[in-house]
């Protein structure tokens, strides 16, 4: 069968890929880029084999890809794909199977179900919160603001449903000084504009001061973080959760990749009352290492999130038990629980934990290389970020530039209260300590060059 062919060939690719992974420069280089162009073709009028069409998306694509999945990439906060997970995407996508309902997938349903009971109980978040697979932390953070929304609207006597938000009562909204970006898309994607957050002032880490909170009330919403995207810092959840609980006001906490420090003995101190909250975003394509897309929202009262999100029509179907799709703002959209399902099934609980160990442990020996190397730390080394200055803003943007030109290893800037840095992030399973040594050497000897060329 032609098709078995094509599968097989792809197969053949994506093995290549993976093989060559551990060795491959992490971005890709000036001559590869260039044949990006090549894809710049006229629309094609008539066909064109399959295996033709495969090899040139070999050819072309494998060369112009960033590491991001191997063990030398430390930008932004990206995770890496676990075997297994790979392999049950390629099962899953060979399924082809909607999301939407337990009619559409059984299989998908079940695994959203499971995995999402076995979430909770990892990040120790109360059993009963409704769970929705969505695509990552932004979609997460705007499903726990419209659930926030919906149950203070309620409070307050006002139909959002029927009215819209148009002359609604007035929402508080707060956020630490610190907020990440993805948090004000959601709130703006929700109709909050930004000239109306009430922003409370941070520490030196981008931690919420609690004793600047402002008052709490029923028509507040508080937007903490766990996990500053810069130096991993955690607001104080429960001291805030604790305020919030006897004014009742709603509790969101954007914890991306910070969430993940509920599940390890080492560091869930960092997080302690997470479980206070109302509603939480988590991404499980960053520290789980499962492939893109895939994030959680988790809302502690299941109606408030259903609600928020709930439509009918008469051919959908009468669901006994809560559907995937009432957790979640799609209809039709993939399987993602299946790869969730796979990690969590084949790391277990310990394999989590010694994941989320290992990379807070390789950034803390990143940042003593570069320490001892003479280079300034700048942030607590709290979870797996490391902010690092080489320097003024120009040098240390000419190192990092360096840095990513010469393909080692790649991390990128930032400006962290005021002073240049660069950043990086430990979130790969496959990185290992051979990595972080390797990738420090790189980066020590990239600096000290650019700094003598500078006298
Ligand atoms: C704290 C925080 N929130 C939200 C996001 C955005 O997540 P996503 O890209 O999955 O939407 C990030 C990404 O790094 C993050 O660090």
Not at 224 to 249: F, H, M, S, Y
Not at 410 to 419: L, P, Q
């Amino acid at each position: 069968m032609k098709e078995n062919k094509l599968l097989e060939q792809a197969k053949e690719y994506a093995v290549k890929y993976l093989l060559e992974l551990p060795e491959k420069r992490v971005f890709p280089d000036e001559a590869a880029l260039k044949e990006l162009e090549k894809l710049s073709v006229p629309l094609p009028g008539s066909s064109t084999d399959p295996e033709k069409v495969l090899e040139v998306l070999n050819t072309i694509g494998s060369r112009n890809t960033v590491a991001s999945n191997g063990g030398r990439y430390f930008g932004f906060v990206f995770g890496g794909t676990l075997p297994v997970t790979l392999a049950a995407n390629w099962l899953a996508s060979a399924w082809d199977q909607n999301a939407v309902f337990k009619l559409s997938s059984p299989i998908a349903a079940q695994t959203e179900k499971i995995a999402g009971k076995w979430l909770l109980d990892l990040l120790k978040l109360p059993a009963d919160s409704a769970v929705g697979f969505v695509t990552g932390t932004t979609m997460a953070n705007f499903c726990g603001v419209l659930a926030a929304r919906q149950l203070i609207y309620e409070r307050l006597g006002w139909n959002s449903k029927a009215h819209g938000i148009n002359g609604a009562p007035p929402i508080r909204i707060i956020v630490g000084e610190e907020v990440h970006a993805s948090m004000l898309r959601a709130l703006i994607l929700a109709g909050f504009g930004l000239e109306n957050l009430v922003k409370v002032p941070t520490d030196d880490q981008g931690r919420i001061i609690a004793a600047k909170m402002p008052e709490l009330d029923a028509s507040t919403l508080v937007c903490l973080q766990a996990g500053n995207v810069n130096t991993g810092a955690i607001d104080p959840i429960k001291e805030i959760c604790q305020l919030a609980r006897e004014k009742r006001a709603w509790v969101h906490i954007d914890g991306a990749f910070g969430l993940w420090a509920a599940v390890s003995p080492m560091k869930s101190h960092l997080i302690e009352g997470c479980g206070l909250a109302d509603s939480w975003a988590i991404d499980l394509h960053k520290w789980l290492n499962v492939p893109y897309d895939s994030g959680l929202v988790i809302c502690k009262d299941p109606k408030a999130l259903q609600n928020a999100l709930a439509v009918s029509a008469a051919y959908l179907p009468d669901s006994v038990e809560p559907d995937p799709y009432f957790y979640t703002p799609e209809m039709s959209r993939r399987a993602r629980g299946v790869e969730t399902w796979a990690a969590i099934y084949s790391l277990g609980q310990k394999g989590v934990i010694e994941l989320i160990e290992r990379c807070c442990g390789y950034a803390e020996l990143f940042a003593s290389d570069l320490k001892k190397a003479g280079f300034r730390v700048l942030n607590d080394v709290v979870l797996n970020q490391v902010l690092v200055s080489f320097g003024d803003a120009a040098l240390t943007n000419r190192i990092i530039k360096k840095i990513q030109e010469d393909g080692t290893c790649w991390c990128g800037g930032t400006i962290w209260k005021g002073t240049t840095a660069m950043r990086i992030s430990v979130s790969s399973w496959m990185t290992t300590k051979k990595d972080i040594q390797r990738s420090a050497a790189s980066i020590i000897k990239i600096a000290n060059e650019e700094i003598a060329a500078k006298k």
